[in-house]
């Protein structure tokens, strides 16, 4: 059973630029979660996804957004990007997000100069 | 006050040593507990999956969980150099599915 895909895996983009991440849960997994791992905040999370609907959201600003798609495949974009932007995102998927287990992708680490 | 508090270490433990690892929080709402490995440069790999309180083994894992005190663990046995790596606890309120992370504890073992 192939595991969670997140791509790219790798991305160096310039302040001011956007960015789209994509992540592509496990077959028959509906809640997509994302998270952005830093080494002084840790793992902090942004926003949760079940059946294309936006069901939690985490503290972080606008410019950060998500949607998910039909088959259950999602994407985040960043906008305006800043220096503190910098961080690995990591995607989970779980059957149905409440009270099942997460898996994770092995994240897209972007760097922003 | 973090909802979750992680000793980060570093801590290096000769191979076959027992590791305990240990996570605190403060919300009471939390009622599923879980660990993740993460190898450097890699996501964060589910060990062990925990509903309310009690233990459950997985091969050479333990984890136990402790409402009252507020307090979970995980033991490692027979620790292999393999078993090098940064383990996270994680929780979760019933009813939401946002993890709560720890800061992670950077274990290496030492053959």
């Known amino acids: 059973k192939a595991g969670v895909t997140q791509t790219p895996r790798y991305l160096i983009k310039t302040r001011g630029q956007q960015v789209t991440l994509s992540c592509s849960p496990i077959s028959g997994h509906r809640s997509v979660s994302w998270y952005q791992q830093t080494p002084g905040q840790g793992l902090q999370f942004l926003f949760e996804y079940f059946s294309e609907t936006q069901r939690n959201k985490g503290n972080f600003p606008g410019r950060f957004s998500g949607r998910q798609f039909s088959n259950s495949r999602s994407e985040m974009n960043v906008s305006t990007l800043e220096l503190g932007d910098s961080a690995l995102y990591l995607c989970a998927s779980s059957v149905t997000g409440v009270g099942t287990e997460a898996f994770f992708g092995q994240g897209t680490r972007l760097t922003v100069v | ?111």
């Open chain 2, 1 to 111: 006050q973090k909802e979750v508090e992680q000793d980060p270490g570093p801590l290096s433990v000769p191979e076959g040593a027992i590791v305990s690892l240990n996570c605190t929080y403060s919300n009471s709402a939390f009622q599923y507990f879980m660990w993740y490995r993460q190898y450097s440069r890699k996501g964060p790999e589910l060990l062990m999956y925990t509903y309310s309180s009690g233990n459950k083994e997985d091969g050479r894992f333990t984890a136990q969980v402790d409402k009252s005190s507020k307090y979970i663990s995980l033991f490692i046995r027979d620790s292999q150099p393999s078993d090098s790596a940064t383990y996270l606890c994680a929780m979760r309120r019933g009813g939401s599915e946002k993890l709560v992370f720890g800061k992670g504890t950077k274990l290496t073992v030492n053959p």
